[in-house]
């Protein structure tokens, strides 16, 4: 929709965001492996010593290996924040300039430096085709309405993954439940025994599905919320101090569709990028025929 996105350096930007994304989204998926897979190892240890009945000594190397993981985990998270981050002001810069609005200073305190965005985007291994028109090709209507519908674009993207992806993880906590209960069952274990080997190492794999439901939930509902008025504002555009409404919508896009938005896989990305490309391509040409009709 707008000439400038495919300028050298702010498709600079878009490569410098991808990368840090994507290396946030690894680093999480670190997390998430291990914190799965050390689960049942525990489990395998306390059966295999109290069921089974095989010698085994290295309780206190179990536990030192569990409380030792929390440890690591909390900063590979803080670490991954810091990747998010980038990947989050570099994606604010390429708005401000591609969408002509003004930096909130307040809000983002320190942007991201050439620096950061020279490193991002030379390590950057993907396809740069994937990169040219991000918001479509260029289309003549008024900017701001371009820009709105733009924004609404980066909202309607992440809901429409994020439905998805909330389905996945639900039937993921339904599979650890159902996993849980047959495993109890399967060997006859009383209700101590399930809760000291199956329950208490699970509670960390239930507690980051249960934040990542919740989180998911509260974002797609948000979301829907703040698509209905940037509709509403396109319906009324030349009643609205537009440049000031883009900047709010961008403040909203920046704070809770990037710095605190639950990240998506890239192999789950990719599964539904050329659908969901497709859906959105149509629908914002439906919406700027509307309000900009060819040839008015």
């Not at 591609?98 to 809000?107: A, G, K, S, T, Y």
């Not at 992806?165 to 209960?181: Q, R, S």
Request: aromatic fraction near 14%; charged fraction near 25%.
């Amino acid at each position: 929709m707008f000439a400038n996105q495919n300028m050298g350096t702010n498709l600079e930007l878009l490569r410098a965001m991808r990368y840090f994304y994507s290396k946030a989204k690894n680093i999480k998926t670190v997390v998430l492996i291990v914190s799965i897979v050390l689960p049942l190892v525990y489990m395998g240890y306390r059966y295999a010593k109290n069921v089974a009945g095989i010698e085994l000594e290295y309780d206190a190397l179990v536990i030192s290996i569990g409380l030792v993981w929390i440890l690591i985990m909390y900063f590979l998270e803080q670490y991954a924040d810091k990747f998010i981050a980038h990947g989050a002001k570099a994606q604010e810069e390429f708005d401000v300039r591609v969408f002509d609005i003004h930096r909130n200073d307040v809000l983002i305190l320190e942007g991201i430096s050439e620096e950061k965005i020279f490193d991002g985007q030379q390590a950057f291994k993907g396809d740069d085709e994937a990169l040219q028109n991000w918001y479509g090709e260029e289309r003549d209507a008024p900017h701001y309405l371009k820009v709105l519908i733009a924004q609404r674009m980066n909202i309607i993207w992440g809901n429409e993954l994020k439905t998805k992806y909330k389905v996945l993880t639900d039937l993921l906590i339904g599979f650890i439940a159902l996993f849980a209960i047959s495993i109890a069952f399967y060997f006859n274990m009383s209700f101590q025994d399930s809760l000291i080997f199956i329950v208490f190492p699970l509670i960390p794999l239930f507690y980051l599905s249960f934040k990542t439901s919740r989180n998911l939930n509260r974002q797609i509902v948000q979301n829907r919320s703040v698509d209905k008025k940037i509709l509403h504002d396109c319906e009324n555009f030349k009643a609205i101090n537009e440049k000031q409404r883009c900047r709010i919508y961008q403040d909203y896009i920046y704070s809770e569709n990037r710095i605190r938005s639950v990240l998506i896989p890239d192999w789950f990305y990719k599964l539904f990028k050329d659908g969901t490309n497709k859906k959105l391509s149509a629908t914002n040409e439906k919406i700027l025929e509307k309000y900009a009709p060819k040839g008015e």
